[in-house]
């Protein structure tokens, strides 16, 4: 009987029990929710590799708009420059490449120990001149220069007089600020515009430094002016604030009351101190090189979002160390080399205040009833000590930004006296 | 003879009782180290594939030297414990499964026998595990180049000393815990399982000693956690013997500390006829239900403690991980030792834990072959593989969930509180546990065993991070590809199914497993293999040809040995103060060269000497400057200077010969120095003047040397097969340094030609694409020579500055323009960079310049 109601049982409809209609419940639910997170966390690798893609594109975009309308790099420089002089810059170069002019050149820029240092002496200096009554009188001295144009006054001349015919082709071939054509290959971004003129800036600047020693007023003004047109002939990105040897040479000529009074207005025109556009540029270049040297590195196997968690967290953060060296922090290269630029323009900002108002500025901040374009200078940054007001001094080192005793060569501090 | 048979033949009773023989002869100890060879070889067969792996990604990277022979231990430490997880259950276990050990009981020996010699049986062959893999690392070594024993990695710090006696020491816990466990519990499955709570036990009690005195305390981690497994590792020895000897001796299912929880274990509840007929009539009472609800109800009530287990144990993990942060790289704000040590630990234990979620899926139903009652009923292979997996996935995507609800709810800041970022979290979390898993249920197929399915699963897993980094680091394979390994197991155990059910686990069985497991880790390599295979080569010919003119000795006079380094012919000032006496000296120097240069008789000059005065591009500014200084002469005086055009032509008469003895050195530097003479002589001869200053007879020579293809081209093959050969000899030593110097280059100058990194430096295609760029550098070379067209040359040459990655613009002939270089310096000479340059279609034609007559050039001579 038990075998037949078995039977009877196993032949009925076959029946769902609870747990099973739970168990498949839990299941479709379960299934919706790890649908969801799935369709979400393939969301994020669909965003991470839009985000890669965009960047990528981000990339050859910063190049494109440094292209312009132009189809390629060749067509940029052909469009933007001149062949006019380009065979006689080529041959300068070619002659310049002498293993000669780089030990002669460097010699005759050598700069010795600061010892004892520039600040020592000038406390030492100023104190004696204090115990001698006299605050002012011998505080620009320097008896012994440490450069070795400087000491050597004697061997700069000649080495320029030698040598007139080629500083005297570079002035015939600055005529102009037109950019020099020169021939490259085309690497797309990789396409390398860079003309080493370090040579030919540094016998320029050798050349005023004569012409200052001969004081030839008219020299000076054209040798600076040439420096100038030099750096800007070959400045295809725009990147002029390196221009150094310029400013010493303006500080130099001002030193010796060589800079022409008409010409203080064009130089605190010309000296383009600080371009939020190059710098901007510059971090762009940053980026690019930063992404690629991230798509070599990492394996393209990587899921996107793990992908862009490296470039974030490695790579990038090259770019935002570059972008905060050049924009923000203090002791960057930017940071120094606009400092020297400023305080060469406040220096010509101040020789013009004295000479329209026959009195020294009570101080810095007096500067900007001139109308000049000294905005965004801080002034805070150069000390100015006023005596009386016929006679003031300037230090254009400045105070907090910390610059490297090489690029203030001689002493930075300043007379400012009336002139009758 | 079996194992077994040996074992009760009367020879070994004797022996086995112990009246003769020495012990480590005893049949019954052979037969224990036969029980556990297949564990001991399939852990080695894993650990030897490990090995050549990491060989073959060395070797092909340039590691597999000296310099990178780091000695670590670890690796081939973790074979020994890999082996000890399942060699104490595998000696009980196994025997209980089976059924053996109630025979072996029958027998005329001994507990104590039984249990010695399985001790003695987990002793030796962890032993010898542990010397194979000594052996395996000394092997390692050699292949590095290296005697292990005597480098100075080999010397261990306090630290190292700790983390090799730890390990060491881990090794026989584990052993002795699998072993006490097995004898413990009925199932061997239990055993295995048990480890990971005994192991968690002894690893927080040290940690929370360690926690609890000062664990910023040297050593007293190491200490703690030693001395807790010391203890621990003893009393299980001491429990096992004693466990065994209970279970041998008294009875299988003898009283002990864990009958009170008999209640919880089904498989330790006595098997009691009258309770089984009761139970199997009220189930037949029961409504009937469908296939599948039966089959899963069978699995549910199989294995719901271990699932159960394996849930409870994930969510405690998971919540106890949820911490670790995603988005915080280390160097803002490293993780705490919390994260590191226990979070991430468990984070690991669970992931066993899901891979033995896999074994159990087959392993259930493998014990005594309880799957035929499925294959005898006709049940649909396809439908025993969904129940088997159903709720083990399904208990996965749970733990995803509680991963993804865990992180939303542990207060983490930042990017990783995102939802999306959850989401992806959670969605990698599932990923890498469903590969886990996926290796787990194959494994589970192919073995028989659950314990060396359980310890192999687990050890293939692991080896797997080691595929998968492999896949991804050396062979760049895409990420949409890596899921594929664990689908096709999947799909091989859906596949297998049949034949599993039926027991057909023969060598097809098996063969076929093998082949979908070598198929599903073959595909994800399949482009980066592919991209292998594509790989330029050099052509047969060429290699033929090359190698053929390196040997012809047609070079004279070779320099590559004693190609001088770079002169310093004028030096910078030393100081301040020896400016004027420096740039004096300069001057000096200066016109003492000018007077070489310009002297009668240097025409004989050797290269060397040409190379003693600074090299060839001083020669070229200086007869730049002369000529400069001519044109001076010419504009301000309205005629030549005969002083400066008499040394301008007796400067430019020693050119020819000097680019031919450059030619013929063989060396591809000095042929290169050749040509860039070449274009700034052809610059001279462009010049409008140039005739006149020249003078016929010296331009016709000029012309004529510049006309020389086909000796150019001579020469450049030439220079191009010796440099070839050297590169081919050049051998890495180290890092840095190179055994040659090819064509008078630095080597590193060709090693990275025309290969794009990608993937970093353990790139296995990068580094072969490395391996090839000589190669390919000389076959593009080869290539460039024979291109005629314009445009095939302009377009190759800018491919071929490409793949140098050469910044600079190469000296040439650019329309009218002819680039003579800029600040050119020996160090940033390029090889071949002149060559096929639109210089030589200008060269040749002013070679096919009609010459003026010699009365001409003889009243220029004479008018100067």
């Known amino acids: ?420 | 003879m079996s194992s077994l048979d040996s074992v009760s033949h009367p020879k070994s009773m004797s022996l086995a009782t112990g009246i003769s023989s020495p012990w480590w002869r005893s049949p019954l100890l052979w037969k224990e180290l036969r029980q556990v060879a297949p564990l001991a070889i399939f852990v080695f067969l894993f650990g030897g594939g490990l090995l050549l792996l990491t060989l073959v990604a060395e070797a092909y990277s340039g590691r597999l030297n000296a310099a990178h022979w780091t000695g670590h231990l670890m690796p081939w430490m973790s074979l020994p414990i890999f082996f000890a997880t399942g060699v104490g259950a595998l000696l009980v276990g196994s025997e209980k499964d089976s059924r053996t050990l109630q025979w072996l009981q029958s027998l005329p020996i001994s507990a104590k026998q039984i249990a010695w010699n399985k001790t003695i049986a987990i002793l030796l062959s962890l032993g010898m595990v542990a010397a194979l893999s000594f052996l395996l690392w000394l092997l390692s070594g050699v292949l590095h180049g290296v005697w292990p024993l005597t480098h100075p990695s080999a010397s261990m710090d306090t630290d190292s000393r700790w983390m090799f006696a730890i390990n060491s020491l881990v090794s026989l816990f584990l052993a002795f815990a699998g072993f006490a466990f097995a004898w413990r519990f009925q199932s061997s499955f239990v055993a295995l399982a048990m480890l990971v709570p005994a192991s968690l036990l002894v690893w927080l009690t040290a940690y929370g000693i360690s926690w609890f005195f000062d664990y910023s305390r040297p050593d007293l981690g190491s200490r703690s956690y030693f001395g807790t497994l010391l203890v621990a590792t003893v009393g299980l020895a001491v429990d096992s013997w004693r466990q065994s000897q209970r279970y041998l001796g008294v009875s299988p299912g003898g009283a002990d500390g864990f009958d009170s929880w008999r209640w919880l274990f089904p498989w330790k509840q006595p098997a009691n006829a009258a309770l089984l007929e009761e139970q199997g009539v009220s189930w037949l009472k029961r409504e009937p239900v469908a296939l599948l609800t039966g089959m899963l109800w069978q699995t549910i009530r199989q294995y719901r403690l271990w699932w159960g287990a394996v849930a409870l144990f994930g969510i405690a993990a998971i919540i106890a991980s949820s911490r670790i942060p995603y988005d915080t790289p280390g160097y803002l704000l490293p993780l705490s030792r919390y994260d590191t040590e226990v979070a991430s630990t468990l984070l690991y234990l669970l992931g066993v834990a899901v891979c033995w979620l896999g074994v159990f899926a087959y392993q259930g139903e493998n014990i005594r072959d309880r799957v035929r009652f499925y294959a005898d009923r006709g049940v649909s292979p396809r439908l025993l593989w969904v129940t088997r997996h159903w709720v083990p996935l399904l208990l996965l995507i749970g733990l995803t969930l509680v991963r993804y609800l865990a992180r939303g709810f542990s207060g983490l800041s930042g990017e990783s509180l995102l939802p999306a970022m959850r989401a992806m979290d959670a969605g990698r979390f599932l990923v890498i546990g469903l590969a886990i898993y996926s290796v787990g249920q194959w494994v589970s197929q192919c073995v028989n065993s659950p314990v060396v399915a359980t310890v192999l699963a687990t050890v293939v897993a692991n080896a797997m991070i080691f595929y998968y980094l492999f896949a991804v680091l050396s062979l760049e394979a895409p990420w949409w590809l890596l899921p594929v390994p664990p689908l096709l197991f999947f799909v091989a155990t859906a596949w297998l199914m049949q034949p599993w059910m039926e027991r057909k686990i023969d060598w097809r069985f098996k063969l076929q497993q093998v082949a979908w497991a070598a198929v599903a880790l073959a595909i994800p390599l399949v482009p980066g293999t592919i991209e292998i295979w594509n790989m330029p080569r050099m052509k047969g010919e060429v290699r033929q040809e090359l190698t053929a003119l390196a040997g012809t000795g047609l070079v004279q006079g070779r320099l590559v040995d004693r190609l001088p380094k770079s002169i310093n012919y004028y030096a910078d000032a030393v100081s301040l103060e020896s400016v004027p006496g420096d740039v004096a000296a300069n001057e000096t120097s200066r016109r003492q060269l000018r007077a070489d240069l310009i002297q009668r008789g240097w025409d004989a000059a050797t290269v060397n000497r040409w190379l003693g005065r600074g090299g060839i591009r001083i020669g070229i500014t200086e007869m730049i400057s002369l000529r400069k200084q001519l044109e001076a002469e010419e504009q301000s005086e309205g005629t030549q200077g005969a002083t400066s055009q008499t040394e301008y032509r007796s400067m430019l008469s020693h050119f020819p010969k000097l680019i031919r003895d450059l030619r013929a050195t063989g060396t591809l530097r000095l042929c290169d120095e050749a040509e860039q003479l070449e274009v700034a002589l052809l610059h001279e001869c462009r010049l409008a003047e140039s005739r006149q200053r020249m003078g016929d007879r010296l331009f016709s020579q000029v012309a004529q040397v510049l006309g020389e293809s086909d000796q150019r081209d001579q020469a450049r093959k030439v220079a191009l097969a010796i440099a070839w050969m050297d590169l081919q000899q050049s051998r890495k030593v180290g890092t840095t340094r190179w055994g040659k110097s090819p064509g008078g280059y630095a080597p590193d100058q060709f090693f990275r030609y025309g290969s794009i990194q990608s993937g970093g430096l353990t790139s296995l295609i990068n580094n072969i694409r490395m391996m090839r760029a000589s190669e390919l550098w000389a076959q593009d070379l080869w290539d460039l020579l024979k291109l005629s067209g314009a445009e095939d040359r302009k377009r190759a040459r800018v491919d071929y500055t490409n793949n140098l990655g050469l910044f600079l613009t190469p000296p040439d002939l650019y329309d009218d323009l002819v680039w003579l270089g800029g600040d050119a310096t020996t160090n940033s000479a390029i090889p071949c960079q002149h060559w096929r340059g639109d210089w030589e279609e200008a060269a040749k034609a002013l070679a096919g310049m009609p010459s003026r007559s010699m009365q001409s050039e003889t009243e220029v001579e004479s008018g100067s």
């Open chain 1, 1 to 420: 009987m038990r075998a037949v109601a078995n039977q009877s049982t196993l032949q009925k409809h076959p029946a769902t029990p609870l747990w099973m209609i739970s168990l498949m419940a839990i299941t479709v639910l379960t299934l919706i929710a790890a649908g969801t997170i799935a369709a979400r966390a393939w969301s994020v690798e669909r965003a991470a590799q839009e985000e890669l893609h965009r960047l990528e594109t981000e990339t050859s975009e910063s190049w494109k708009t440094v292209l312009g309308s132009e189809q390629s790099i060749e067509d940029w420089i052909e469009k933007r420059t001149s062949k006019q002089d380009s065979q006689e810059w080529m041959e300068l170069f070619a002659e310049l490449s002498n293993p000669y002019w780089r030990a002669q050149l460097r010699s005759l820029l050598t700069i010795g120990d600061p010892v004892p240092s520039q600040e020592e002496e000038r406390t030492t200096t100023i104190n004696e001149a204090e115990l001698e009554g006299n605050p002012i009188a011998d505080v620009s001295k320097d008896p012994s220069p440490r450069v070795a144009w400087k000491r050597y006054p004697d061997l700069v001349q000649r080495f320029v007089g030698e040598h007139e015919e080629l500083v005297g082709r570079i002035e015939r071939l600055c005529g102009s600020d037109q950019l020099v054509y020169i021939p490259l290959v085309d690497r797309g971004e990789g396409t390398l515009l860079d003309v080493n003129i370090a040579s030919a800036s540094q016998l320029l600047f050798l050349g005023v430094v004569q012409a200052v020693a001969e004081r030839d007023p008219p020299k000076v003004a054209k040798r600076l002016e040439v420096l100038d047109r030099l750096w800007r002939k070959f400045d295809y990105w725009g990147y002029l604030p390196y221009c150094t040897y310029l400013i010493t040479g303006l500080h130099l000529a001002m030193d010796h009351q060589m800079l022409r009074k008409d010409d203080r207005h064009v130089w605190i025109d010309r000296i383009d101190a600080y371009d939020s556009q190059v710098l901007e540029a510059m971090v762009a270049v940053q980026r690019r090189s930063d992404f690629e040297r991230f798509r070599k590195e990492v394996p393209a196997g990587f899921v996107p979002s793990l992908r862009l968690s490296i470039y974030r967290s490695i790579f990038q953060r090259d770019t935002y160390r570059m972008a905060d060296t050049l924009l923000h922090n203090l002791n960057s290269q930017n940071a120094m080399l606009r400092v020297r630029h400023d305080g060469a323009k406040v220096r010509l900002a101040l020789l013009e205040f004295i000479d329209r108002n026959q009195r020294v500025p009570n101080d810095l901040m007096e500067l900007s009833t001139l109308g000049m374009p000294l905005g965004g200078i801080d002034l805070g940054e150069f000390s100015y000590e006023l005596m009386d007001d016929k006679t003031a001094v300037f230090d254009y080192r400045p105070k907090r930004i910390q610059v490297p005793d090489e690029y203030y060569p001689i002493d930075t501090r300043v007379n400012l006296k009336v002139e009758p």
